[in-house]
């Protein structure tokens, strides 16, 4: 069984696809893997990439699910596997997905998956799976935090919001360590152009001049209460480092935001 969004973006419902499904440890169906046609490769910054699939299994899901992604490593018994967020909207509904990856130096998958693919290659992936989504049922207005690669969920609902023309306020406070570092920076620069309901605001943690962000440190608590006070959030969305996570979660409780309105995803 996978998620599915109505491709005019209407309602999240869930359907039967025609993949053949497993089981987990809980019990739940879970997709079974398939081996997805790697179609393009865009540079997002210096050391990331968004990769370009398409599925052969259906590729309906709310945004801010991701993929499980599994590849052999050279002397590994089995094959290794890592999670994969999706950046690409649900909306229209298609079977090509984005997943944004990001090296981390001296990991066993990430540098394979930015520096060791040609375009024509097949990779297994399995998913969607999570629950780090929004769809217009959540409403908002909508608190998206994130760092790093953590931006990659938060930029399939940026996408969905935009393609189903949903005009739902969001604020998207980005943490990078330069501005060539942030992730999908030259998409989000284009969608706050043409969506009003939408700002960004970028944070550079190793670059302390760079006038186009709005801040030169980590995101802070200081940060928060200014992303808050000025547009209080009914959903908030946070992803990235588990310690950025937990303390914006804190900060966000503090500032009086319902705990049950904040969902989060750690990249560990
Ligand atoms: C739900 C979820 C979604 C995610 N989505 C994304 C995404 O959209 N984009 C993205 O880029 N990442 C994402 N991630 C992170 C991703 O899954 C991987 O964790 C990341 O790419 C690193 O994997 P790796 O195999 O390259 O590194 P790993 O092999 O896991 O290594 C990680 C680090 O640990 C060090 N290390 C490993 N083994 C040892 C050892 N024995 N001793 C000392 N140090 C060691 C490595 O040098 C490296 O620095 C997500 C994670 C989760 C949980």
Redesign the pocket.
Known sequence: MVSRIDPDGASATLRIATAGTVRDHSGRKQASWQHAHLIEIIKATPD?VTLRLRLVESAYFLPGK?YNVRLSVPDRAGP?Q????V?SSPVPATWVID?????????????Q?VRGLSVGDRIQVRGP??R?TWTRDDGGPVLLVGA??GV??LMSMIRYAAAADLNIPMRLVCSSSSFDNAFYRRDLADLTEQYSWLEVVHTLTRDSSDARATHHRRIDQRMIVEAVAGQFPRRAYICGPPTMVEDVQGWLGELGVDPASVRV????
Do not use: H, Q, T
């Open positions: 990331a991701y290794i890592r999670a994969y967020s950046a997943v944004g990856v990001r090296e981390v130096p001296g990991g066993l998958i990430s540098p998956l799976v999570g780090f790093g690669s990659v969920p995803e750690k990249y560990d």
